[in-house]
Structures are given as C-alpha cells and as structure tokens.
C-alpha cells in the first residue's frame, strides 16, 4: 500500500468524520430549531471529530515514516550472508546501497551482481510492502477508532469550540517551536564546523586577511599552495555587487510602486503591476545567461568606447542584472504597504491644501517607511545571497577592489565552489565554507538589527 494511498483514505475518513459530528450534534441537540442549547455550533463538533479521526493517524504514520529505513535496514543484515555482516562498516553500507539500487531497479551496483545481492533485494522489497501495509492498517484502524470515540463523547455539555481551538493552538504553538529549533540547528551546525575551521586557521587571519586562494596541498610530500584563508576580498565583493544592485532596484522600484499606488488608473495598474512581478518569476539561471550573454559584452563595448579597460565578466554587469532582477521586491512590497496607509491621512493632507506630490513626500512615505525599510531588506538579503547571476557574469577571482569594472566574486559563489563534488570534510579548504556561511550569518543579522532599530526610532518619532 503506498503512502498517498493511506493519505487519500485518511483525508476521506476525515471528512466523513467531520460530517457525522456535525450530525450527531444536531441529533443530540434534538433538531436545529433546539441547536442553542448547544455549547458550540454544529461545525466545531464535526471539526472536533474530523481532528481526532486524523491527528493521530498522522502522528503514527510520521513517526513510522521516521524509524522504518532504520529498523528495515537492520533486519535485512540480519538476513545476509555471515560473511557480509562481518564486513566493516563502511563496506556493509555500500552492500546496503548495491542491494537497494537492485530492488529500485537500478543494477549499476558497486561490486557483482550475485544471488546473494537479488535475494537481498527481494527480501528488502517484501520487508517494504510489509511494512507499509501495516503501517496502513494501523493508522486507519486509529483513525477509525478515534473519529468513533470522539463521536460518541459530543453531548450539549460538550466544550467543543474550547477543545477544537485548543488543538489547533497546540499545533500553531508546535508549528512555531519546530521552526525555532530548526534555525538553532541550522546556526549551530554551521557553528560546531566553524570552530573546527578555526582550529587550522587563525580567526584573525581569517576575519581581516586580504587574500583568498583555499587551494591548499593534500599530502605533506606534495608540491601546493598552502592556502590562503583572508575573507575580505569575498566580502568586498558581496557588498560591491549588492550596492550596485540596490542603486538599480531601490529607486527604479520605489518609484514604480509610487506610481502604481498613487498616480496610475485602475486599467494602467491591471496590467502594469502583473508585468512587473513576472520579473520575479524568471529564474535566476536566465537572468545569468542574459548577463553573460548581452549586459557583460555590452558593458565591455562601452567601456572601451570610452578608453576604458573592462573586465569581460565585470561587478557592474552582475550588478545591473541583479537590480533589475530585484526590482519586484522593493516594488511590490512598498505597493501593498502604501495601499495599506489609511485614507483618512490622505484626505487630512488634501484639507490642509497639500497637493499630491506634497501628500506623497510629507504623509504617505512617512507612514510607510516601516514597511518600505522591510522590503528593502529582503531585496538586500536576495542581492547578498545570489549565486547563479556572479558565477556567469562577474566571475571567481577574488580581488579585492572597489573597481566595478573589474572582476569579483562573493562569499555565496565561494561556498557553493569549496563544497562542489566529492570534498574531505577534515580539510580546511571545505571547512572554509562553513566559516563563510557563519560571518555571512552574523553581516546579516548586524544589518536587521541595525534596521529595526532605525524603524523602531522613526516609529517613536511618528506614532
């Protein structure tokens, strides 16, 4: 039985359980002429019901989902040859991963494809099916018998709206603790790795050094570099490119919403705002071949019209590329929080005799500005964290130059570089990204913070 099988029967025992609890309350309540004498409306008590038909069946079939690859693994090299289960350790893994390419259908397999190995496969794929019809049978018998007991317990006494609002404030209240403890995972993963960079190189070094060239030697009998770990250059050209991207987009997209907002007709903004957020459906992908293939050349070209050296892949192409590709942001954010400015300001402005302009510049901006700052801040955290438009357009030699006409890289394109194929993840050259990804982390949280307390201080001044 396949898992959106079991999916597809509980979603319709819910819903059968949801309208039998709106019955049976009706029932209990002897009619709905006599429904107020009834704690809760008839709805909570089917939602009541429909909760405790599915709530539980989900919790069994996560936490089946979670512990079955482990406990299937285990017995399958229960049943393997004595020989393959006093393997090593990492030699018995790569058996596991041969016998499951197998039953996938996949024969590549690292060694022979032996008898042992398909009755493997065989076994592992009955230990599957088995595992899943149980699985099946038990979360809908659950389900079954919940929606039943919750059933029967609807009475008029019953605090249904209580309990169903209870329920779903626990799940809310779960919903925001999974998210908490996932980002303290995340902060902490990349911390522990960090510190383990830092056990090779010298934080100091790393934090104000001036070069970056991580190519370091393997063995202590080989010929290399021996690395050059100075973050500097990579941040530089994070926040060269990202300044000029906010110089195209910021302006170019605070007008835009200005206009759309305040000055366009109905028709003019029906089909001027919907053109302009198609922006932010292009993958980024394209927004580097257009880049690479149009807007560096051009820039190249004009550049040396004008008796200037240009890089072919130059911070300013990126740069261009990245603004325009940013201008949704900036501009549909600061539309939706202007339209949200009340009215009543408006017209206050125009009683005083305060033209349009004026109205926009001295009453709208002012009241916007929280929600404009916000999404200026999202357009910073896209432009820090853009990989696909620098890695085609402004290259990765990383120089350390405030020259937007030279070639640069950034701290994002250098992480996706040091951990690309098969890396030793004891060596500093890959521990190296996770150290840029935890000073890129702590640029990013100073920039938030520094931004809500301009907005806090502003709102101090205004409200």
Not at 227 to 254: D, E, H, K, N
Request: net charge neutral; hydrophobic share 55%.
């Amino acid at each position: 039985m396949q898992i959106y099988v079991i999916l597809l029967v509980l979603l319709g025992l819910t819903a059968v359980a949801y309208r039998a609890g709106r019955q049976r309350s009706v029932q209990v309540a002897g009619g709905v002429s006599r429904f107020r004498d009834m704690h809760s409306l008839p709805s909570y008590y089917g939602m009541y019901t429909a909760l405790w038909c599915g709530l539980p069946a989900l919790i069994v079939i996560a936490i089946w989902m979670a512990v079955q690859p482990t406990i299937i693994v285990d017995l399958l090299v229960q049943d393997l040859p004595p020989e393959m289960q006093q393997l090593p350790r990492p030699e018995l893994e790569l058996v596991i991963n041969d016998i499951k390419n197998i039953a996938a259908g996949n024969n590549m397999v690292s060694g022979e494809n032996s008898e042992a190995l398909k009755r493997a496969a065989a076994h592992y794929q009955s230990l599957q099916e088995t595992s899943r019809a149980a699985m099946g049978v038990l979360a809908l018998s659950l389900a079954i018998f919940g929606g039943a007991l919750a059933w029967r317990r609807i009475s008029p006494k019953m605090r249904a709206r209580n309990r169903v609002e209870g329920i779903v404030l626990g799940i809310l209240a779960l919903s925001s603790t999974i998210a908490i403890f996932t980002t303290v995972g995340i902060v902490l993963s990349v911390f522990f790795e960090s510190m383990r960079f830092f056990q090779s190189v010298p934080f100091f070094d790393f934090v104000f050094g001036l070069e970056w060239s991580p190519q370091i030697a393997i063995r202590s009998d080989q010929v290399g570099s021996s690395g050059a770990f100075g973050m500097v250059p990579l941040f530089a050209g994070t926040m060269l490119i990202s300044f000029i991207a906010m110089v195209v987009a910021v302006p170019i997209g605070l007008m835009s919403a200005i206009y759309l907002a305040e000055y366009a007709g109905p028709r003019v903004r029906a089909w001027a705002k919907p053109m302009l957020e198609v922006l932010a459906g292009i993958p980024t992908v394209v927004y580097g071949f257009f880049a690479a293939l149009t807007v560096a050349p051009f820039v190249r070209d004009l550049g040396a019209s004008l008796g200037l050296e240009v890089s072919s892949e130059s911070a300013l192409a990126a740069g261009l590329v990245m603004g325009i590709m940013i201008i949704p942001f900036v501009s549909s954010l600061s539309d939706d929080v202007i339209n949200a400015v009340p009215q009543s300001l408006r017209d206050g402005s125009y009683a005083l005799g305060a033209t349009k302009s004026e109205t926009v510049r001295k009453v709208i901006l002012p009241a916007a500005l929280p929600g404009i700052v916000g999404g200026v801040l999202l357009a910073v955290s896209r432009a820090i964290g853009e990989t696909m438009i620098v890695v085609m357009a402004a290259g990765l030699s990383a120089n350390l130059t405030a020259n937007p006409l030279e070639s640069v890289t950034t701290v994002t394109v250098q992480i996706v570089t040091l951990l690309v194929g098969d890396q030793e993840f004891d060596s500093p050259k890959t521990l190296a990204a996770f150290a840029l990804g935890l000073m890129l982390f702590l640029t990013t949280l100073v920039l938030n913070v520094i931004a809500l307390h301009v907005v806090r201080k502003y709102r101090e001044q205004y409200d």
